[in-house]
């Protein structure tokens, strides 16, 4: 119960009366109350009533995001942020591509509104996500067998899916690769959708357990969802070979599995679009029912404008606009219809030829400078560690990722010692590396590798 003292020194908490009473009985210059004034106090105490969020604990940090925040707090000049997927030149600084600077002139020059979009979204941006995936005029366009909507990049765009699996697809499990981008198992658990894992990485090798991977999604329960990476693998830089990925469908068609493609790097990965969707396109040539989730972060460095979208494949026409139908009440009461700015440059982009050549320039500009760098980083570590170890596993792995063996020990002697920042599980964006930094990178790797355990 609230409570409080009053001492005869604050006329603001004072009654009006007692104020007045105590100015007539005084005279104009000797009053004992206004000189009692200057050395009292009020002194207040109030019962502070628990609050209702009691029952809330703290969230630990993001792995990922986490390490920006650290990187921030460091004043040391040799630093590097090798932890989030972001392009950075040579500079180290944030690149906005050309074509997308042209993209937004245009939208100024039309004078765009900004009108909500359908939940849907943008029918421009729609067409043109689903021709880059498969190609335009693929029969699944052509006979409208794709149920395509826009979502919040790729995140939004799987959890829409994973919304509609729990929904339509009952007990239904979905196997991911161990390991995978930490984000997926965050939004599978909070869609209240059972996963599991397949093996994929080889620590022996630094390669991928293929035989391991087929065993697991032959053993998991018939008719299960098997979330694939379709290019440049997050975290690992590991993708199946051509002839892989054929036994993968083989499998995943024998066990009546449903593969679910997350398309984070389309044209990003090796600098051509169709070579990066190429895995995709083997399973369409099947006649499989899947998913694809894209994402346009990366190759249009759109990171900030959420644009991606869910594509669902069905064997006819009926049933891809009732599951876009299903998509879309899914979505209205998520976030109800999506952005259009990031839609609109999509759009734009892929719409124009001309602007269309010029973003694959860029695209093969970035990927060739990762590569680059890739390939810089592996020559410092062959000149440098004199041990003998077999560095070339980075040379095999592809994307802007590379996973460099290091356990969570060392991964912390390369921050706590070097000042290089990047996840736990040993993974480095090299498309935060500039070539001037590759040697410090090495010297960093090495004495990690070699002197922590």
């Keep these: 119960m609230a409570s409080s003292m009053l001492s005869l020194g604050s006329t603001s908490l004072l009654p009006r009366e007692f104020i007045k009473d105590k100015l007539k009985l005084g005279t104009s ?44 707090a460091d004043t040391n000049e040799l630093k590097l942020n090798l932890g989030v997927g972001a392009y950075r030149t040579e500079e180290l600084q944030p690149y ?32 043109a996500t689903a021709e880059l995936l498969f190609g335009a005029g693929h029969p699944l366009i052509k006979e409208q067998k794709v149920a395509t909507i826009q979502g919040l990049s790729g995140t939004g765009s799987l959890r829409l899916a994973a919304a509609l699996i729990e929904r339509y ?74 002839e892989q990925w054929v036994k ?56 900030a404008e959420r ?42 982009v892929v719409g124009d030829a001309a602007m269309f050549n010029e973003w694959k320039a860029e695209m093969e500009m970035m990927a060739g400078r990762i ?15 004199k041990s003998g170890k077999d560095w070339s596993f980075i040379l095999k792995q592809i994307g802007m990722f590379s996973f460099t063996g290091l356990n969570k020990a060392q991964s912390d002697n390369m921050t706590d010692k070097w000042h290089v920042y990047m996840t736990k599980d040993g993974r480095i964006s090299l498309a935060g590396l500039s070539m001037a930094k590759c040697e410090y990178l090495a010297d960093a790797i090495i004495d990690s590798y070699h002197n922590v355990s």
């Design 169 to 242: 697809f009952p007990g239904a499990k979905v196997l991911i690769s161990a390991p995978t981008w930490g984000n997926h198992k965050n939004i599978f658990n909070d869609a209240k959708v059972p996963w599991s894992e397949y093996r994929y990485y080889d620590p022996k090798t630094i390669g991928l357990d293929f035989e391991g991977m087929i065993a697991d999604i032959k053993e998991a329960p018939e008719g299960s969802f098997i979330l694939l990476h379709g290019c440049a693998h997050n975290p690992t830089g590991i993708d199946p070979t051509p």
């Design 307 to 348: 644009i991606g979208a869910i594509n669902v494949v069905c064997s006819s026409a009926d049933a891809a606009t009732r599951v876009k139908s299903q998509l879309k009440r899914i979505a209205r009461p998520m976030y109800s219809n999506p952005p259009v700015h990031g839609a609109r440059i999509v759009a734009n």
């Design 96 to 127: 906005v591509l050309n074509v997308v600077k042209k993209a937004e002139n245009l939208m100024l020059e039309r004078g765009d509104n900004k009108e909500y979009l359908p939940i849907e979204g943008l029918a421009a941006f729609n067409k």
């Design 248 to 303: 993968i469908a083989d499998v995943i068609q024998e066990k009546n599995h449903i593969p679910f493609f997350d398309v984070a790097y389309q044209g990003f990965a090796s600098g051509s679009l169709d070579e990066d969707a190429s895995s995709v396109r083997l399973f369409a040539e099947r006649g499989m029912e899947f998913f694809v989730a894209q994402s346009y972060s990366k190759n249009l460095g759109l990171y």
């Design 29 to 72: 210059g000797s009053n004992s109350f206004l000189k009692a004034k200057s050395c009292s106090r009020v002194t207040m105490s109030v019962a502070v009533k628990p609050s209702r969020f009691e029952g809330i604990t703290m969230a630990p940090p993001d792995p990922i995001l986490g390490v920006s925040e650290a990187f921030k």
């Design 371 to 385: 590569k680059t760098v890739r390939q810089k980083l592996y020559d410092s570590l062959v000149s440098k560690d």
